[in-house]
């Protein structure tokens, strides 16, 4: 499996961005497809993930300010941040995994989001 993100950029506090991935390759029906983020000096974390039946988690922090959505015909998920803050500043992974529980199996190459005035 493939997965090409796109969408990062520089963002003001307060603002919104909108992530996209799309996966390619030998892809199975279950499935989930997400984002984790990585902030220099700490852990991957996760930010979201959806199943291709559409069930979604999310880490609490981002709750409320962050939806994940999928369109399962274009194997492509989307991640639309809003009320962007600086601590969201990191890397963010697009993830694929062929089930709909446990640490993803694949990883795109990262896309970079900075918060920043």
């Known amino acids: 499996v493939q997965l090409q993100a796109s969408g990062g950029g520089l963002v003001q506090p307060g603002g919104s961005l909108r992530l996209s991935c799309a996966a390619s390759?030998?892809?199975?029906?279950?499935?989930?497809m997400g984002w984790y983020r990585q902030a220099p000096g700490r852990q991957r974390e996760l930010v979201a993930r959806?199943?291709?039946?559409?069930?979604?988690r999310y880490a609490d922090s981002m709750k409320g300010r962050f939806t994940i959505s999928r369109d399962n015909a274009r194997n492509t998920v989307y991640l639309q941040m809003e009320s962007l803050k600086p601590e969201d500043t990191a890397v963010y992974y697009c993830?694929?995994?062929?089930?709909?529980?446990?640490?993803?199996?694949?990883w795109g190459q990262g896309t970079e989001v900075t918060v920043s005035s």
């Open positions: 959806i199943t291709s039946g559409g069930s979604t």
């Open positions: 993830a694929f995994k062929d089930s709909y529980t446990g640490y993803p199996d694949y």
């Open positions: 390759g030998g892809i199975f029906s279950r499935n989930y």
